[in-house]
């Protein structure tokens, strides 16, 4: 395969996992009773604030690499060490997904969910894995460049 056609794949998945991920958060808010007490008057707890930054951080992550996996001519102005860095965190998330999901599998009695986990790791891993590439590839013109 190309590497354009596997950029294209790999960008696929990221807007897939954060398209996912945006889908359930708003099916949740809309469907979800709530069961909150009317007098419950104590402030949201400060781990609660830091789980909703970091779940935006990383699909502020996902979303940027994809960008950059889908459309790298776009965004020939973004200077190479950002590019490196966002696809570096890119491939880090999917490497956490797939230990995740590796966890789930292992920790569950099989069924047809480990199916659709399988599935989730190949698409992972294609993602990780091309995101290492240009990581690298990034570095290695940085580094011909001599900058």
């Not at 502020?60 to 102005?77: I, Q």
């Not at 997904?97 to 069924?111: E, H, P, Q």
């Amino acid at each position: 395969m190309k590497m354009k056609a596997l950029r294209s794949i790999a960008a696929g998945v990221l807007f897939l996992q954060v398209a996912y991920v945006v889908v359930a958060k708003v099916l949740f808010v809309v469907f979800a009773e709530d069961t909150s007490e009317i007098d419950h008057t104590d402030p949201p707890a400060a781990g609660g604030v830091l789980y909703l930054l970091a779940e935006v951080a990383v699909i502020g992550v996902l979303l940027a690499g994809a960008l950059l996996l889908s459309v790298p001519g776009k965004f020939s102005r973004v200077p190479r060490w950002l590019k490196r860095v966002l696809l570096g965190l890119a491939f880090l998330v999917e490497c956490v997904i797939i230990a995740a999901v590796l966890r789930n599998i292992i920790t569950n009695s099989f069924g047809p969910d480990e199916v659709l986990n399988v599935i989730m790791i190949i698409l992972s891993a294609a993602a990780a894995f091309v995101s290492a590439i240009e990581v690298f590839r990034a570095g290695a013109a940085t580094a011909r460049s001599g900058v």
